[in-house]
T-cell receptor
C-alpha cells in the first residue's frame, strides 16, 4: 500500500521549454505532497510543499515562478519546470507522508535540459 | 528550521565489519527519524526508522539509536556485506511534516 506513481521517469527537453512531472497517489489520498531535487552526489533538497486546493509553499531560494506546483486533487500533484535551462537538469522526486507509517516516495524523474 | 548534519560523508569497511553513521538534528520537536538507502537513480528506500518514544530499534543486522537529549541518532550496520554498499541518508522532520535529509554517507564494503 501507500504507493506514489511518478511520471515520467526520465525526460530530455530543449532549453526554454517547459516540462511537467506528475505524482499520483494510487491507494491513498495525499493532501500534501513534498517535492525534492537531487543533484549528482548530493542530498535530496526540499523544494516545495504542495497542498491540495491551496497554494504551494516554497523553500527559501526556490523560484516559485519557475517551478509551478499544482495540487488540484487529493491524488495528483504536478511540478512544472518552466523555461528550463541546463542548470535545472536534476533528479526530481515527490513524497507524501502517511500517518503512523512514514513517508512514501515516487520513483523520481531524471530531467536533462539540452 | 530543521538542520540535519550527517557524518561521515564516506565510509569504507571490510566485509564483516560494522559501520556506524551519525546524524545530528536541530529541531527538538522532531519525533520521527528514518534512515534511507539510495541506489543510483532510484528512490530512497526506508531501511529502518525510530520514533522519539524509544531509544533503540533493531532489525536483523541494522539498528538505530536515538539520543533526544543530545539530538542525535545513529545507524549501525553489523556484519556488513558488499550489497550494503550504497548511499545512506538520515532524515528528520521540520515540524510538523517536512522531511529534511542529511548530507548522505557513501558506504563501501570491500570483500
Amino acid at each position: 500500500g501507500a504507493v506514489v506513481s511518478q511520471h515520467p521517469s526520465w525526460v530530455i527537453c530543449k532549453s526554454g521549454t517547459s516540462v511537467k512531472i506528475e505524482c499520483r497517489s494510487l491507494d491513498f489520498q495525499a493532501t500534501t505532497m513534498f517535492w525534492y531535487r537531487q543533484f549528482p552526489k548530493q542530498s535530496l533538497m526540499l523544494m516545495a510543499t504542495s497542498n491540495e486546493g491551496s497554494k504551494a509553499t516554497y523553500e527559501q531560494g526556490v523560484e516559485k515562478d519557475k517551478f509551478l506546483i499544482n495540487h488540484a486533487s487529493l491524488t495528483l500533484s504536478t511540478l512544472t519546470v518552466t523555461s528550463a535551462h541546463p542548470e535545472d537538469s536534476s533528479f526530481y522526486i515527490c513524497s507524501a507522508e502517511i500517518r503512523t507509517y512514514g513517508y512514501t516516495f515516487g520513483s523520481g524523474t531524471r530531467l536533462t535540459v539540452v | 528550521g530543521e538542520n540535519v548534519e550527517q557524518h561521515p560523508s564516506t565510509l569504507s569497511v571490510q566485509e564483516g565489519d560494522s559501520a556506524v553513521i551519525k546524524c545530528t538534528y536541530s529541531d527538538s520537536a522532531s519525533n520521527y527519524f528514518p534512515w534511507y538507502k539510495q541506489e543510483l537513480g532510484k528512490r530512497p528506500q526506508l531501511i529502518i526508522d525510530i520514533r522519539s518514544n524509544v531509544g533503540e530499534k533493531k532489525d536483523q543486522r541494522i539498528a538505530v539509536t536515538l539520543n533526544k537529549t543530545a539530538k542525535h541518532f545513529s545507524l549501525h550496520i553489523t556484519e556488513t556485506q558488499p550489497e550494503d554498499s550504497a548511499v545512506y541518508f538520515c532524515a528528520a522532520p521540520k515540524v510538523p511534516d517536512k522531511l529534511i535529509f542529511g548530507t548522505g554517507t557513501r558506504l563501501q564494503v570491500f570483500p
